[in-house]
């Protein structure tokens, strides 16, 4: 839960956890309440997120996204 409020991204082995946070009209996570966590379960690939990284990106990203159409609708 302390991750969550943090707006901190928890990976185990293939499996990454992102809250999805509902933002403020400007954009600041400060005073933002937590709706979710997205789990993003990988591929059986070995884990290759390691070797690029751009899976905690997407992850980041989309559940911005999801905080952001949460909240607005």
Do not use: W
């Amino acid at each position: 839960m302390q991750s969550a409020k943090e707006s901190r991204v928890v990976v185990f082995t293939n499996i990454i956890y992102v809250p999805v946070v509902a933002t403020n009209d400007n954009g600041d996570n400060n005073n933002s309440n937590v709706l979710g966590v997205l789990k993003v379960e990988l591929g059986q690939n070995g884990g290759s997120f390691y070797s690029t990284g751009s899976e905690i990106k997407d992850a980041k990203r989309v559940a911005r996204n999801l905080g952001f159409f949460m909240n607005h609708f």
